[in-house]
């Protein structure tokens, strides 16, 4: 069986992801036809229905549940790797209210984290999560929410930490924090999914074995990251909630997405 596979070109997904699409373990006859994309266009792609297996961001799960499921293997979710507000000059949480926010797509965790903890921010502009930091280095807006390796070098552009959304939502919640889920379509019937699920769980296991494996594949959609900050973002993004959500995992998602777990998970 071929399955048409969406992910991001983040490293934390070709690390994970790379033993079972280059089949160094035991895919249980399943082929993966892959895509990459930013994050925001893979949900774009799920919203529409095309992929059997994708990458997503939690916030929009719950308008895909009709016709996906999420696995227990795969996610980014964790402690201390949420998304950043920053700006390019002094502003205090408390004034976020009303000023313009580069926002790295509308239906990203990121976006739904911003809207919970600043509901008085409502003008917010779309860019490419690699975009956001140069849009707010320009004056084009005020603030910006950094996901992935922007929360690793902003400093180095000369923007300042206005708040840190992931950790207000641990102070919030007592819990980790869901960023991006693998999803499985329902066309797939049960025992596909769950194979799938399997799967991937071996294919993450494996990239923690054996690092170097997936080094040229991760190397090669970096987006000429350095190697040091490659590094970082896998150690960041790819933890044992990755291997498997576990109780504490399953009950951060649905805090988030504020759904019951039958209704989410495979």
């Not at 739904?112 to 320009?138: C, E, H, N």
């Not at 919030?172 to 769950?194: C, E, F, N």
Request: aromatic share 8%; hydrophobic share 40%; net charge negative.
């Amino acid at each position: 069986m071929k399955l048409q596979l969406h992910i991001s070109t983040c490293p934390n997904d070709t690390f994970m992801f790379d033993a079972m699409v280059h089949r160094r373990i035991d895919t249980e006859g399943l082929e993966f036809d892959l895509s990459l994309a930013d994050i925001e266009q893979l949900n774009a792609g799920a919203l529409q229905g095309v992929p059997d297996i994708s990458k997503l961001s939690y916030a929009v799960v719950p308008q895909l549940l009709d016709r996906y499921r999420v696995l227990h293997s795969g996610s980014a979710l964790g402690r201390g790797n949420g998304p950043l507000l920053v700006s390019r000059h002094r502003i205090y949480p408390d004034e976020v209210s009303g000023i313009r926010v580069a926002i790295p797509g509308e239906h990203t965790t990121a976006n739904r984290l911003l809207a919970t903890l600043y509901p008085g921010v409502t003008d917010k502009r779309v860019y490419l999560f690699s975009d956001v930091a140069d849009a707010v280095m320009s004056d084009e807006c005020d603030a910006g929410v950094l996901i992935h390796e922007g929360r690793f070098t902003y400093r180095e552009k000369g923007l300042r930490l206005v708040a840190d959304l992931g950790e207000e939502w641990e102070k919030k919640t007592g819990l980790p924090l869901p960023l991006g889920a693998i999803a499985v379509s329902r066309r797939l019937d049960r025992q596909t999914q769950r194979k799938i699920d399997r799967v991937l769980r071996r294919s993450v296991e494996f990239a923690f074995a054996e690092p170097s494996a997936s080094a040229e594949f991760v190397r090669g959609y970096a987006q000429e990251l350095s190697e040091e900050v490659t590094r970082r973002h896998i150690e960041l993004f790819v933890n044992e909630y990755s291997v498997d959500l576990g109780a504490e995992g399953r009950k951060a998602v649905c805090a988030l997405l504020e759904r019951k777990e039958e209704e989410i998970f495979v």
